[in-house]
């Protein structure tokens, strides 16, 4: 067990010392604001005060009044250049380098999203107004590392403090945004692709549609037996977010979730998968509309949403959050950005919301996820083999760390369409060049 010390035991302070120490960690933590009280506690303790209790403490000193306050505002954040990579909070006082509490709290909590922000073409908080981004740091796990230099030096202070043993963990999952191309989207729909088709002048695109119509070719988007067949060869345990949203729009073009084949491939996937809810665009203006979608993956696949995703990654804090808990979301997946690769939070292990607003711990567990293919595709423009890289480069990061790497894919990704040429290959390559060898 490890006693920490402080003049104020906040709920900012439990937290973020509970998620580092007791979550990450393994270690039973308890608090004291008594001095008599941790001056005679024999064990490994913490001093998170300006002044020195005792000579077998060690002492972190505050740099910030961030974890005694209750409200939010703009704050000035000193950065500093420590062990090869960046700190927040710097401190020269005290037996470490900066005040971990403050920092980590930080950017777990997502405290820059809660003040007046730029945001981008979707109404997100816009990557390019993040700390991470400034300091060039988007790229890593901060918080991953900073607990790695963090245990070195508890367990050098305290011998008999041991840590849990954490291992690597990759976590594959997938949006299945639209489940088929041509296939179950009626004539309607169909028609009227085939019109656009036509007047771009995209002959090819027509042909291909009337012949899977017809049952001739497969459908471009239809890779889910080809998927089934790679977690079985790698043993992996995926999730699956599909959008059920019962009217299309502008940016929820999905399968009608009440046709029969629509539901059959849900169905499948929630046998031996874990299925969670992709919330339509439209139901981020409209909790019914959440509620609802929720209710019909419920209804499909026979037991309660506990997973859900952001469409678009398109969330706000703390309204996002607080309506997924209500509606009983347990585990979140959506804490990156849609617009580029990277640690959104600077960190890659699954941890628990902290309520800012409310300052209060929550149960809901968050997933952070470090790289999407539409990032890569849409947004940062790279060809399949520069992907490649760079998801070989977030697993050697991740694994470094004994941390959870997430990926997001799209199954249109790995068919047929020529756009996409070269990404499935990217996957499979990943799958059997790097994570093979983590089996």
């Known amino acids: 067990m490890l006693l920490i010390y402080s003049i104020e035991i906040s709920s900012r302070l439990k937290y973020i010392a509970g998620t580092l120490l007791h979550n990450f960690s393994g270690i039973e933590v308890f608090y004291t604001s008594s001095t ?11 001093n998170y005060s300006f002044n020195q209790l005792s000579e077998d403490e060690f ?29 927040l909070f710097p401190c020269t006082q005290g037996d470490h380098s900066f005040d971990i509490f403050a920092a980590s709290f930080f950017l777990l909590s997502r405290y820059e999203e809660y003040l007046p922000h730029q945001q981008d073409e979707y109404g997100r908080f816009a990557h390019t107004e993040s700390i991470a981004f400034k300091e060039a740091f988007l790229e890593q796990p901060l918080v991953n590392y900073w607990l790695k230099d963090f245990q ?10 041991l840590f849990a043993l954490r291992k690597f963990r990759f976590i594959p999952t997938y949006d299945i945004d639209i489940a088929f191309s041509y296939l179950h989207k009626g004539t309607i729909r169909n028609a009227g692709g085939a019109m656009r ?16 119509i017809a049952g001739k070719k497969e459908d471009p988007f239809d890779t889910y037996e080809w998927l089934y067949a790679l977690h079985l060869k790698y043993n992996l345990n995926p999730y699956y977010f599909f959008l059920v949203a019962a009217s299309t729009g502008e940016y929820d073009k999905n399968i009608d979730p009440a046709i029969p084949e629509m539901r059959e491939l849900i169905k499948y996937h929630s046998i031996g998968y874990n299925v969670g809810v992709h919330p339509s665009w439209q139901s981020g203006d409209n909790e019914t509309l959440l509620y609802e979608e929720i209710k019909i993956l419920e209804a499909i696949i026979e037991r309660k949403v506990v997973h859900s995703r952001q469409h678009y990654i398109r969330m706000g804090f703390p309204g996002t959050y607080r309506k997924l808990i209500e509606q009983g979301i347990h585990s979140e997946f959506s804490m990156g950005y849609g617009s580029i690769n990277g640690f959104r939070a600077s960190v890659a292990s699954p941890f628990y919301w902290y309520d800012l607003a409310a300052e ?6 968050i997933y952070p996820f470090c790289f999407m293919d539409a990032n890569a595709y849409y947004e940062q423009k790279l060809a399949p ?14 694994k470094k760390v004994n941390g959870t790497m997430i990926t997001i894919w799209h199954n249109n990704f790995f068919g047929s369409d020529k756009m996409f040429a070269g990404w499935k290959e990217v996957y499979e390559l990943f799958l059997e060049e790097v994570v093979y060898w983590d089996l």
Do not use: C, M, W
């Open 360 to 365: 209060e711990i929550t149960s809901l567990l």
């Open 36 to 46: 008599e009280e941790f001056r005679n506690f024999d064990g490994a303790k913490i």
């Open 197 to 212: 088709s036509l007047l771009k002048g995209e002959i090819d695109d027509i042909k291909d549609r009337f012949e899977v």
């Open 59 to 87: 002492h972190i000193v505050p740099s910030t009044s961030l974890l005694f306050e209750n409200d939010i505002r703009e704050i000035s954040i000193p950065v500093k250049e420590h062990n090869h990579y960046k700190v």
């Open 385 to 398: 083999h520069q992907a490649f890289t760079e998801i070989r480069k977030y697993h050697d990061t991740i």
């Open 152 to 161: 070195i030096v508890l367990q050098s202070r305290f011998p008999f403090l």
